[in-house]
């Protein structure tokens, strides 16, 4: 299965830690949006989409680029890190998520989980979640991805 995982980490390389696990499992290559070949992309069968959360939201760079995807079809998942607690009726993910859903593509699922943060008032404090994500996240990171490859279960 061809998979490539487009990520933008640009604070502590959290979701890039992330990205990184779901690649090994996934044998897929990791891209940066600048760095993302649309032919590439066209041809794979599944691809992520990840970032850091500013804001409440998804690093621009990463949402710009998906606005800016030809209309398709194909599998894609999307993934975040964040220092807050993400709300259940508000998650992350979803607005990305519809967006590739509007843009003909299937989302199999989303993943998110806390990460070092350093946003303004947690910098007075020397930051938050200093040891995320861990041993347990990279771990979950990599579940999620294999039952995306093997399609089995629930993929959130």
């Given amino acids: ?92 993910t979803r607005p990305l998520v519809r967006l590739l859903e509007g843009r003909g593509h299937e989302v199999e699922g989303s993943f998110s989980c806390r990460a070092y943060d350093t946003w303004t008032p947690f910098k007075l404090v020397g930051g938050i979640n200093k040891q995320r994500p861990n041993a347990d996240d990279l771990a979950s990171a990599r579940a999620f991805a294999e039952r995306l490859r093997n399609g089995t279960g629930p993929v959130s």
């Fill in 1 to 92: 299965m061809k998979t490539v995982i487009v990520c933008t980490s640009v604070s502590h390389g959290n979701t890039l830690r992330i990205a990184d696990a779901m690649a090994r499992v996934l044998g897929a290559e990791v891209v940066s949006p600048e760095g993302a070949d649309l032919a590439e992309l066209a041809r794979a069968d599944l691809v992520g989409f990840g970032s850091g959360v500013f804001y409440g939201r998804l690093h621009p760079r990463l949402t710009d680029f998906v606005k800016a995807l030809p209309a398709g079809r194909g599998r894609a998942f999307v993934f975040a890190t964040s220092g807050l607690p993400e709300l259940p009726p508000a998650p992350f």
